[in-house]
């Protein structure tokens, strides 16, 4: 069980609008490239890879890096109760 520090860290990572459409895209796409992100989202790549990079460190997704392009997936291996939060999502 995550103590109410990890929890808030947690939800202000989520408290976005883009972070929760990444996190849409991905659960209906699956991997997806940051230019292919950028393009659905219609904000820069700078702006992008911040959201990505925070959803990232709070280990809700992870990412793989191919052929000069980054992929980014949500992690299978995210915890079960963080797992039930982002299917509240989907």
Known sequence: MKNTNQWSIIFKALGNPYRLQIIRLL????KMSVSAL??????SIKNTSRNLS???NVDI?????KS???YYEINPDVPKD???IINLIL
């Open 27 to 30: 659960g209906k796409h699956g």
């Open 38 to 43: 950028t393009s659905e989202l219609n904000i």
């Open 54 to 56: 925070i959803l990232q």
């Open 61 to 65: 997704l992870k990412s793989l890096g």
């Open 68 to 70: 000069d392009h980054v």
């Open 82 to 84: 963080i797992k039930q």
